[in-house]
């Protein structure tokens, strides 16, 4: 059974920083590269950083230089630190495979950038 169970969000304030876990589970994962995904209320659910199984990552213009994605195959985890929060980092954030294994989404883990 493929899983995925985030954690580490929380309320912070603008230019605060958090680091997001996930653990995999069910697949094997060193092979896959892993996303993390966002939504926000009323909007659609967006990719925010990826990472291949080598280690390459990449990110969109809204979240670069803010955001790093790393793992670690030994224990199955992908992270995702985030600096410089933003008001409109303000999401519900998954991990997943990328692309994504649609049915398998876990329950994300809420962020919220306020003052």
């Known amino acids: 059974q493929v899983q995925f169970v985030e954690s580490g969000g929380g309320l912070v304030q603008p230019g605060g920083s958090l680091r997001l876990s996930c653990a995999a589970s069910?697949?094997?994962?060193?092979?896959?590269?892993m996303g993390w995904y966002r939504q926000a209320p009323g909007k659609q659910r967006e990719l925010v950083a990826d990472?291949?199984?080598?280690?390459?990552?990449s990110y969109p213009d809204s979240v670069k230089g803010r955001f790093t994605i790393s793992r670690d195959n030994a224990k199955n985890t992908v992270y995702l630190q985030m600096n410089s929060l933003r008001t409109e980092d303000t999401a519900v954030y998954y991990c997943?495979?990328?692309?994504?294994?649609?049915?398998?989404w876990g329950q994300g883990t809420q962020v919220t950038v306020s003052s």
């Open positions: 069910g697949i094997i994962f060193s092979r896959y590269p």
């Open positions: 990472m291949t199984s080598g280690g390459r990552a």
């Open positions: 997943n495979t990328d692309p994504p294994r649609i049915g398998y």
